[in-house]
Structure formats: structure tokens, C-alpha cells
């Protein structure tokens, strides 16, 4: 694990715009690559980059 990368799955989906229950379910369903440390979920921009891609993770979603 890069942890010079990794960022916290609400500081992520500020940066989308998107909310961060998506980005917690996508982690649980294998769409985004994640990891849990305690009570906070971690990814890297690579990982959400790879996400948008080819996962069908979706920027700009609307926030709940």
C-alpha cells in the first residue's frame, strides 16, 4: 500500500462531487479499490481514476 497516495473515501468524493455512501458501496462491491483502517475507508486517485474508467463509477453524481 502506498500510503503517500491513499486519501479517505470523504475527501474523494468531495473532489467528485459525488456522495460518499457510492464511493463506500463501490469499495464493498469490488467497483473501487479500498481499504478500511479503523472506522475510515481509504483508496488512491490512481484507484478512482481506474474506477471511472472501466467500473462505471460516475463523477459529478448528485450528493445524497
Known sequence: VDWAASL????????????????????????????RIGKTWLTTRAALDEAIQTRGIQPDRLRK
Open 8 to 35: 479517505d473515501l470523504r475527501s474523494a468524493a468531495r473532489s467528485l462531487n459525488m456522495a460518499y455512501s457510492s464511493l463506500a458501496e463501490a469499495v464493498r462491491e469490488g467497483r473501487l479499490k479500498g481499504w
